[in-house]
C-alpha cells in the first residue's frame, strides 16, 4: 500500500543545518505533489512547503523562505528537505504528505529540536 | 489569507454518544474543506474531503457537512478509538491556501 517512510531529524544548534528525506512507496511517486507539514510540541499543524511533481512549482510559508529548500528526487522516489539558518522556533515534528487537493499519505514524522 | 477557526477547543463527549465540531472559514471555500483525526504521537489521519466526502477506510459513523463558510464534522457513537484531536483544512486559495485550523480536542467525559 501507499507509504512515506521519513529519515533525518535530531538535535542541532541554532543556525545549523539538516536534511530530512522521505522515502515513498507503493505508488507512483512522480505522479503526485508532495508538501512537508510540521507541529511544533503541544501545537497545531503548520504547511512548510511544496512541490509540483516535475518540481516546477514550489511553495514556502513566510517564515522558512529562504531558510528551507524542498527537492524530490523521481528515481529514488523521495522528497527532500533541507533545513539551514535553523532557529529554536523550527523545533517541531516534521511530516511528509502527498499532497492532492488534501493530504491524504503522511509519513510517521521526524522530530527536528533546535537548541543550544 | 483564508482563516480557520474550529471550535469548541476541547469537547467532552461519554461513549456512545454524538460528538458536533465546528469549523468557520473567514473566506467562503466552496466545499474545499477536509477533516483529519490525530491520536498523540501519530500522524494525522485524512478522515474527510470535499467537505462531506469520507476518505476510503474510514467508518460511517463520521459525517461531514457544510459549504463556504460554516462546515461541521459529526461522530456519531463515539467510540474509544475516535478519542483524538480533530483539524479541519481548507483547500480553496493556493498559495499558501492549504491552512489547518487550530484543532479540536475530542476527550471522555
Known amino acids: 500500500q501507499a507509504q512515506l517512510v521519513q529519515s533525518g531529524g535530531g538535535l542541532v544548534k541554532p543556525g545549523g543545518s539538516l536534511r530530512l528525506t522521505c522515502a515513498a512507496s507503493?505508488?507512483?511517486?512522480?505522479?503526485?505533489?508532495m508538501s512537508w507539514i510540521r507541529q511544533a510540541p503541544g501545537k497545531g499543524l503548520e504547511w512548510v512547503s511544496y512541490?509540483?511533481?516535475?518540481?516546477?512549482?514550489?511553495y514556502y510559508r513566510d517564515s522558512v523562505n529562504g531558510r528551507f529548500t524542498i527537492s524530490r528526487d523521481i528515481a529514488k522516489n523521495s522528497l527532500y528537505l533541507q533545513m539551514n539558518s535553523l532557529r529554536v522556533e523550527d523545533t517541531a515534528v516534521y511530516y511528509c504528505?502527498?499532497?492532492?487537493?488534501?493530504?491524504?499519505?503522511w509519513g510517521q514524522g521526524t522530530l527536528v529540536t533546535v537548541s543550544s | 489569507e483564508i482563516v480557520l477557526t474550529q471550535s469548541p477547543v476541547t469537547l467532552s463527549v461519554s461513549p456512545g454518544e454524538t460528538a458536533t465540531l465546528s469549523c468557520r472559514a473567514s473566506?467562503?471555500?466552496?466545499?474545499?474543506l477536509a477533516w483529519y483525526q490525530q491520536k498523540p504521537g501519530q500522524a494525522p489521519r485524512l478522515l474527510m474531503y470535499?467537505?462531506?466526502t469520507r476518505a476510503p477506510g474510514i467508518p460511517g459513523r463520521f459525517s461531514g457537512s457544510g459549504s463556504g463558510t460554516e462546515f461541521t464534522l459529526t461522530i456519531s457513537s463515539l467510540q474509544s478509538e475516535d478519542f483524538a484531536v480533530y483539524y479541519c483544512?481548507?483547500?480553496?486559495?493556493?498559495?499558501?491556501?492549504?491552512?489547518f485550523g487550530q484543532g479540536t480536542k475530542v476527550e471522555v467525559k
Open positions: 512541490i509540483s511533481r516535475n518540481a516546477g512549482t514550489i
Open positions: 507503493g505508488f507512483s511517486f512522480s505522479e503526485y505533489y
Open positions: 483544512q481548507q483547500y480553496n486559495n493556493w498559495p499558501p491556501g492549504r491552512t
Open positions: 504528505a502527498r499532497a492532492g487537493g488534501t493530504f491524504d499519505i
Open positions: 473566506q467562503n471555500i466552496r466545499d474545499y
Open positions: 470535499a467537505a462531506s
